[in-house]
């Protein structure tokens, strides 16, 4: 395997990062999942902007330019024959002393790896989480940082309750999205989205589907998977019907002509 770390394309089983990396040590840091069709990354621009803005929010720094980063991925893309594929870029903050305080130096680590596609298609049974929420007034919310621990928490409850995901509520008992998806329901013909105020991440896909499809924000409660026609879970990856909600069919508990109506939309 093929990885890009720090400006060097090489064998993943030569790399090294740091033990004092605070990537590692602390989670003190992002990443951006990018999904790879005809051997190039889709919407990228989109992800880097969203990675710029998180790093300006952590006071992170990004030590490649968007074009020095665009011909990293062609070359990693190159190097591994990759055609289809998800491509994971990962930017830590690099090694520092003991504490929580960075270092004022902080020397970033960036490293680029890319997998086999994962077609997300399948229809989900999802319960809603009773472990944990998410935190809508934190600005933590609306990034991709290296810690993914409230995901996991959720993810692990809907495997204990034989369910496919989690979906998470926020402090005030709102909709925010699932543990690696935003959420749609289609209600009396409008196609609506928790809003980022209410937790929920500023998905590549969500916006995309915000701009093209007529969707709207809207606060969700878990009473609106009574009134919804269909729910959709999407992220970079794909789009997945929600077919039941806590055992609880949703609308006559199949996909529906939404879905079907994204899934042809050959731009997102």
């Not at 591994?80 to 690099?94: I, K, N, P």
């Amino acid at each position: 395997m093929t990885i890009w770390l720090n400006g060097r394309l090489m064998p993943a089983a030569e790399a090294r990062i740091d033990p004092a990396d605070r990537g590692f040590t602390l989670g003190d840091g992002l990443f951006e999942t990018i999904r790879v069709k005809g051997g190039a990354p889709r919407h990228l621009s989109r992800h880097l902007g969203r990675l710029s803005a998180g790093t300006a929010l952590l006071r992170l720094p990004l030590p490649y330019e968007a074009a020095a980063l665009s011909k990293a991925m062609e070359a990693l893309i190159e190097a591994t024959g990759t055609a289809d594929g998800v491509l994971r870029l990962t930017l830590s903050r690099g090694t520092g002393a003991r504490g929580v305080l960075p270092p004022p130096d902080a020397r970033p680590t960036v490293m680029m790896t890319v997998a086999p596609a994962v077609h997300m298609t399948a229809p989900v049974a999802a319960v809603i989480a009773r472990s944990t929420r998410r935190n809508e007034h934190s600005p933590l919310s609306r990034l991709k940082s290296l810690n993914y621990l409230e995901s996991i928490l959720a993810r692990q409850e809907a495997a204990e309750r034989s369910a496919d995901e989690a979906l998470l509520l926020n402090g005030a008992g709102r909709l925010a999205e699932s543990s690696i998806a935003n959420l749609f329901l289609s209600v009396g013909g409008r196609l609506l989205t928790p809003p980022v105020a209410d937790g929920a991440l500023p998905g590549i896909r969500r916006a995309l589907i915000l701009e093209r499809h007529g969707a709207v924000e809207s606060p969700l409660i878990p009473d609106d998977f009574a009134r919804a026609d269909e729910a959709i879970l999407t992220n970079s990856l794909g789009l997945r019907p929600l077919l039941s909600v806590d055992g609880t069919p949703v609308g006559n508990g199949s996909a529906g002509p939404v879905l079907a109506r994204l899934l042809a939309d050959p731009d997102l």
